[in-house]
């Protein structure tokens, strides 16, 4: 059983900068893929990046493009999303989640298999 819990949300403001974390516990990360996905009020979970298990293939949304990075550091069990230029529209609760590496597929929402708790963004001047 693989347990993710992510930190580093927070008050913010547009334009300014975040790094999120997703520390991973129970099992071996290095065999997992890892998404982003966030959910803003009122609106259904979107993904927004994901990462394989090397780190090597990478996803973005059109929405993030440009100014989200995803990283991942297996021996600190930890994936990163370092988040640039933020906008209102960036807003919701972050959750990080963990596919069973069946292939690369960018994590679909759906073929999720854990997910953590999430943390909340607020972007606000």
């Known amino acids: 059983q693989l347990q993710l819990v992510e930190s580093g949300g927070g008050l913010v403001q547009p334009g300014g900068s975040l790094r999120l974390s997703c520390v991973t516990s129970?099992?071996?990360?290095?065999?997992?893929?890892i998404g982003w996905f966030r959910q803003a009020p009122g609106k259904e979970r979107e993904g927004i990046s994901c990462i394989s298990t090397t780190g090597h293939l990478l996803k973005y949304s059109d929405s993030v493009k440009g100014r989200f990075t995803i990283s991942r550091d297996n021996p600190k069990n930890t994936i990163y999303l370092q988040m640039n230029s933020l906008e209102s529209e960036d807003a919701g609760v972050y959750f990080c989640?963990?596919?069973?590496?069946?292939?690369?597929?960018?994590?679909?929402?759906?073929?999720?298999?854990?997910w953590g708790k999430g943390t909340l963004v607020t972007i606000s001047s």
């Open positions: 989640a963990a596919q069973r590496n069946r292939g690369w597929s960018g994590c679909p929402r759906d073929g999720m298999d854990w």
């Open positions: 129970g099992a071996n990360p290095e065999y997992y893929i």
